[in-house]
């Protein structure tokens, strides 16, 4: 067995190789713990967050053991580009979250508010003024994996309006309830719902 670990193929390949795609996984789950305690999430963030350091703690061991291997740290910066990589990809994908969409345009919405009623987005109209005249404003609070659907029909209707997309932290949704995808409905959305979102749950339940 030392005879294997003192190899060229072991030393100069295999090593740099598991170091490489340990540092990856290490720093794809830490930038998914660092979403899900920016959310509230007391049970994953933690979660996550023990693999994170496990892996990391055995990654460092393998490199102090191997100073002298200029691979293994050309694989530990490697894997921390790929893993930083994958975890924002994977982020996402999951799309967790509500966001506000700010509109404000001077043309008519009436259009687009019937689209988005119809489409079942919630949104709150006001008018304002600016220096230049009138401005139709829309709050419209969404799903975070809705974006890219609002956004459509805002440039469908209002092409040239002015928009901005910020996160929402905390929420209590009473009256105002927030549409969900049908593929979330379709796979159980609701067991995936709390596990993922658990702050956002606890505020639609009044925490």
Partial sequence: MEIFFDSDLYQWILLPL?????????????TLRVMFSSKGNSIMAPL????????WIVIIGQVMQNLDNVLCYIAYAGG????????????????????????????????????LRENEYGFTQIKGDDIDGVENMLFIIVKRKEIKNVIKIIKEFNPNAFFSINEVN??????????????????????????????????EQGA
């Avoid at 996550?48 to 892996?55: D, K, M, N, Q, T």
């Avoid at 105002?176 to 067991?191: H, Q, T």
């Fill in 18 to 30: 598991s170091i490489f795609l340990a540092k990856a996984t290490s720093e794809t789950i830490g």
């Fill in 48 to 55: 996550f967050g023990f693999f994170e350091v496990l892996i």
């Fill in 170 to 203: 905390k929420i209590n949704e009473g009256s105002y309830p927030l549409k969900e995808s049908k593929k979330v409905k379709k796979n159980g959305g609701e067991f995936m719902r709390k596990i993922f979102s658990r702050n956002i749950v606890a505020e």
């Fill in 80 to 115: 921390f580009a790929l893993g930083n990589f994958l975890g924002i990809k994977i982020e996402e994908k999951l799309a967790q979250g509500v966001m506000m969409i700010h509109v404000s345009t001077r043309k008519d919405t009436t259009d687009l508010q019937k689209s």
